[in-house]
């Protein structure tokens, strides 16, 4: 059963605390009455006293390249980066089939988060979205995408409604074959970001897009005119703006470095430039790369407020649920 839950009613609980910390009045009710599924953190009424109500409304979303993880390695992404951060949205990509992909869309889906992803083809890597934010299932794939797994769209239960696409664009090399893969796959999304029958007010882009903006003109791994044009086109007939240059004091920063020391930004968030005025804040993590990192890439992570956003009810990541311990 779902039932809408007035925040005012509740202790004044960050959320954080209320999501992963220890047991207090706010979860002692969920677990007496047992049947809220979710919540709205917004009130009709709510008390002269809005920070904690203010704070609710802002959510945080991360995207992180993990190189097809094999298991040992996703513990630690989960452990090491993943449960500290407690961001509300996870964009994974170059997930696999493997076991790593795997154990971590368990843990999120254990734990009671709506994950997404799509069928990938034999070999081939892509994304997935956990989400503690209540998701709705999107329909209206382009049917002429060359790889299915590689973009994952899902529309938060927010005010206003915000559209997510987490992407894995295709790597391309001097290979003839995985050229024309990814210029497929580009002018697809391309169609698809332009098409008005599923035009979005709201939208947030991003992933692993394996494309350099043009203040980057790498050697080692050269970029065609096709990709420079891409990024472009998405900064500009599409309506979106790279939120890593949000003022004048920020600029690019490489998201991975080839063996040569080079250093690339594959990595980007877009969000769309009515979403301006309500991003609070975008940052590298370059923790993740560090000397005995989880993985090669950078994290990106972005703050929104909010008019309204629907809460599923979840559980601590990495910790067994009650229902599996008797």
Avoid at 195 to 205: F, K, L, T, Y
Avoid at 219 to 236: A, I, M, T
Avoid at 249 to 266: D, F, I, K, L
Wanted: glycine share 6%; with cysteine.
């Amino acid at each position: 059963m779902i039932m809408g839950v007035c925040w005012k009613n509740l202790p004044k609980t960050k959320i954080s605390e209320y999501n992963h910390h220890g047991p207090h009045e706010s979860q002692y009710l969920f677990g007496v009455f047992g049947i809220v599924d979710v919540f709205v953190s917004t009130c009709e009424n709510p008390e002269p006293n809005m920070a904690d109500n203010q704070e609710l409304r802002i959510i945080r979303i991360g995207t992180l390249n993990i190189g097809a993880a094999a298991k040992e390695r996703a513990k630690r992404i989960l452990r090491e980066w993943i449960m500290p951060l407690n961001l509300d949205v996870y964009v994974l990509t170059e997930t696999s089939e493997g076991a790593g992909s795997q154990f971590l869309f368990a843990e999120f889906t254990a734990a009671g988060w709506s994950v997404r992803k799509r069928p990938l083809r034999e070999g081939d890597r892509g994304v997935f979205i956990a989400s503690r934010i209540m998701t709705s299932e999107f329909s209206q794939y382009p049917n002429s995408e060359y790889s299915n797994g590689r973009a994952v769209v899902v529309e938060l239960e927010t005010t206003p409604s915000v559209q997510l696409v987490g992407m894995y664009v295709p790597n391309r090399g001097n290979d003839f074959t995985k050229t024309q893969r990814k210029k497929d796959f580009m002018d697809t999304w391309m169609q698809f970001f332009q098409d008005r029958q599923v035009s979005h007010h709201h939208r947030i882009v991003l992933g692993d897009l394996n494309i350099v903006p043009k203040s980057q003109s790498p050697k080692f791994l050269p970029q065609d005119s096709f990709e420079y044009l891409w990024y472009d086109r998405l900064c500009g007939q599409v309506g979106l703006y790279d939120a890593a240059l949000a003022n004048r004091r920020s600029q690019h920063e490489s998201t991975w470095v080839a063996h040569t020391g080079e250093g690339y930004t594959y990595d980007h968030i877009l969000p769309s430039n009515n979403l301006k005025n309500r991003v609070i804040d975008f940052v590298y993590d370059h923790s993740t790369r560090a000397m005995g990192s989880i993985t090669d890439h950078s994290a990106l992570i972005l703050t929104v407020q909010l008019d309204a956003v629907t809460r599923l009810k979840t559980h601590p990541l990495g910790v067994p649920s009650q229902g599996t311990l008797f």
